[in-house]
C-alpha cells in the first residue's frame, strides 16, 4: 500500500534558526495536505497543494510540492517557540483515504 | 467557530470488552473519518464515511471494528472485543467533501483509549 516517509524525525533547533521537513509518498499523489498537532493536541490543517512543482507560502511556512507530486516539502524560516509541534504531510493517492506521513517533531529552544 | 466533538475524552476498558467512541462531525459536513494514534506515532487512517455507508477502509478496520451514523449529528466507532494493541487516541474528523482536489479535513480533540 501506499507509504509517505518523513525526515527527519525529530529536530531540534535554537529559536530564530530554519527548519525544513521532507515527505517523500511511495506512490504519485494527487494532492498533498500538511498538518501540524501540538503536544497533546490533535491535527489541524495548515494547507493542500494541487499542481505540480507547486509553492504557497504563510506568512513564515514555505510548502513545496515537487514536479513528480511524490515529494513535499515544508520550510519554517526564522522559527519561535510557538512553532513547537509535529508536523505531518498526508497524501491523497486516490479514493477517500488521507495518508499521513511519519511526522517531523520541531522542538525550538531559546 | 464549528468543531468536532469526541465524547469520552478518555475511556478505560478490560480486553475483550466492547467500547463505542462518540463523535459529533460539524454539522454541514458530508465525509466522516475514523483515525488512530498510537502514542508517539503516525495518524493512521482506519474508515471514511459517505452517505450512511463506508467509502473506504483500511487494513486496520477488521471485524470488529464498525462504524454507524444512527441520527443526524452522532458518527460512532464500535470496537467489538477489545485487544490490548488497541490503545491509542482516536481521532474523528470530518469534511465537507472528499476526494481531491480535497478539502481540509477537521479533527476533533480525541478519545484516548486505554485497554488493560
Known amino acids: 500500500g501506499q507509504q509517505v516517509m518523513q525526515i527527519p524525525q525529530y529536530q531540534h533547533v535554537q529559536e530564530g534558526e530554519d527548519f525544513t521537513t521532507y515527505c517523500n509518498s511511495s506512490?504519485?499523489?494527487?494532492?498533498i495536505q500538511w498538518y501540524k498537532q501540538r503536544p497533546g493536541g490533535h491535527p489541524v490543517f495548515l494547507i493542500q497543494?494541487?499542481?505540480?512543482?507547486e509553492v504557497k507560502k504563510q506568512k513564515r511556512l514555505t510548502f513545496q510540492f515537487g514536479e513528480a507530486k511524490k515529494n513535499s516539502s515544508l520550510h519554517i524560516t526564522a522559527t519561535q517557540t510557538t512553532d513547537v509541534g509535529t508536523y505531518f504531510c498526508?497524501?491523497?493517492?486516490?479514493?477517500?483515504?488521507?495518508?499521513f506521513g511519519t511526522g517531523t517533531q520541531l522542538k525550538v529552544e531559546l | 467557530e464549528p468543531e468536532v466533538t469526541q465524547t469520552p475524552s478518555h475511556q478505560v476498558t478490560q480486553m475483550g470488552q466492547e467500547v463505542i467512541l462518540r463523535c459529533v462531525p460539524i454539522?454541514?459536513?458530508?465525509?466522516f473519518y475514523w483515525y488512530r494514534q498510537i502514542l508517539g506515532q503516525k495518524v493512521e487512517f482506519l474508515v471514511s464515511?459517505?452517505?450512511?455507508?463506508?467509502?473506504?477502509k483500511s487494513e486496520i478496520f477488521d471485524d470488529q471494528f464498525s462504524v454507524e451514523r444512527p441520527d443526524g449529528s452522532n458518527f460512532t466507532l464500535k470496537i467489538r472485543s477489545t485487544k490490548l494493541e488497541d490503545s491509542a487516541m482516536y481521532f474523528c474528523?470530518?469534511?465537507?467533501?472528499?476526494?481531491?482536489?480535497?478539502?481540509?479535513?477537521?479533527f476533533g480533540p480525541g478519545t484516548r483509549l486505554t485497554v488493560l
Open positions: 497543494l494541487v499542481k505540480s512543482g
Open positions: 474528523a470530518s469534511s465537507e467533501e472528499g476526494t481531491s482536489p480535497g478539502y481540509e479535513q477537521f
Open positions: 506512490t504519485t499523489l494527487s494532492n
Open positions: 464515511f459517505y452517505n450512511n455507508e463506508i467509502s473506504e
Open positions: 498526508a497524501g491523497w493517492g486516490g479514493g477517500n483515504k488521507l495518508t
Open positions: 454539522s454541514n459536513h458530508l465525509y
